[in-house]
């Protein structure tokens, strides 16, 4: 059982930066890959990066235009996501996720979310 915690969302202006934190905790020696996913109102579960656990090897969607950079801290046993030259259409409920397996961009195949962390940029 792997849970997980995000944080470092809020309210902030088109331009301005954020960085997303997900803390892990449990059984996490299964966890193959980490996501950043997110959901705006009325929208479905759009993936946004990932990071593998152990080689911190990161994949990111196109539609970041090189904006995000995933990362993570083993020791810490966290995820980040730093999000820099926000838009006002970034706003969304961002989540963690946790695959035990694979690299996927699927939110299907991820197997743990955390409670999510909103971010609402100003325009």
Request: with cysteine; glycine share 12%; charged share 15%.
């Amino acid at each position: 059982q792997v849970q997980l915690v995000e944080s470092g969302g809020g309210l902030v202006q088109a331009g301005g930066s954020l960085r997303l934190s997900c803390a892990a905790a449990g059984r996490t020696s299964n966890t193959d890959t980490m996501g950043w996913f997110r959901q705006a109102p009325g929208q479905g579960r759009e993936y946004v990066a990932r990071i593998s656990w152990s080689g911190g090897v990161t994949y990111y969607t196109d539609s970041i235009e090189g904006r995000f950079t995933i990362s993570r801290d083993n020791v810490k046993n966290t995820v980040y996501l730093q999000m820099n030259s926000l838009k006002f259409e970034d706003t969304a409920v961002y989540y963690c996720a946790a695959a035990n397996r694979g690299s996927t961009r699927s939110w299907e195949m991820y197997d743990y979310w955390g409670q999510g962390t909103q971010v609402t940029v100003s325009s």
